[in-house]
């Protein structure tokens, strides 16, 4: 389909290990961002990228954590050293150029996650 | 900082009723957008409806529409007709405005369950 997809959609991984999750977002869409979903922290941002501008990391929890985009498109969150706190549904979305207008009203669009466990 | 706070965890509804999901934020930013997403238990995120702080009027999309009371900093979200398909989590998000605004911040979330 026309949706942002990733994958892999489950994951589990010991301890210790890196783990790298991918996201394609929707053809066309200059802006993509991932979020993380846990039970005790809700959704929680962590980075945002728009165009070839640097990257917004202020969410990201720890050095651990890192993502890239390449081209434009895809992107990758990759996280070092596994903990089991790290254990969560990471989404990624894209969306077109927010921009700086009031009048902006650009959805986010979500794909259906990666579900990473830590054993 | 922006915060968002949804103080309903969980509701039933009868199917053909109408709910209102409510949602208060708190932001110094002087303009902002409000979105409402509806998560199934399929796990996908789906865009509901948008307010932005300074439209005059209430947002509507079909069944969805917006209570937006500025002064109030609320925006209660009203799903009017419930269908057995409206059962989900619904969660209510804001966005700043500007390059710093981009990301969304999201309330905790109110589990909706739709009874026939």
């Known amino acids: 389909g026309a949706g942002v997809s990733q994958s892999p959609s489950n994951k589990v991984t010991e301890k210790g290990k890196d783990v790298e999750l991918r996201c394609d977002p929707i053809s066309g869409h200059t802006a993509l961002y991932w979020y993380r979903q846990s039970l005790g922290q809700g959704l929680e941002f962590l980075i945002y990228?728009?165009?070839?501008?640097?990257?917004?990391k202020s969410g990201l929890p720890s050095d651990r954590f890192s993502a890239e985009r390449t081209g434009g498109s895809v992107s990758t969150l990759t996280i070092q050293r596994t903990q089991q706190e790290d254990s969560a549904v990471y989404l990624c979305?894209?969306?077109?150029?927010?921009?700086?207008?009031?009048?902006?009203?650009?959805?986010?669009?979500f794909g259906d996650g990666t579900r990473l466990s830590i054993l | 900082a922006q915060k968002i706070t949804q103080t309903q965890p969980g509701m039933f509804v009868q199917e053909k009723e109408a709910v209102t999901l409510d949602c208060t934020y708190d932001t110094s930013d002087q303009s902002y957008g409000l979105f409402w997403y509806k998560q199934p238990s399929s796990g996908e995120m789906i865009f509901l409806i948008y307010q932005g702080s300074y439209d005059e009027q209430n947002a509507t999309e079909g069944r969805y529409s917006l209570n937006f009371q500025k002064a109030r900093k609320s925006a209660n979200l009203v799903i009017s007709a419930s269908q057995l398909g409206d059962s989900a989590m619904y969660f209510c998000?804001?966005?700043?405005?500007?390059?710093?605004?981009?990301?969304?911040?999201f309330g905790g979330g109110t589990r909706v369950l739709v009874k026939p």
């Open positions: 998000a804001m966005r700043g405005l500007g390059a710093a605004g981009n990301k969304l911040t």
């Open positions: 979305a894209s969306s077109l150029d927010p921009g700086d207008s009031i009048y902006s009203n650009q959805p986010q669009h």
């Open positions: 990228f728009q165009g070839n501008s640097a990257p917004d």
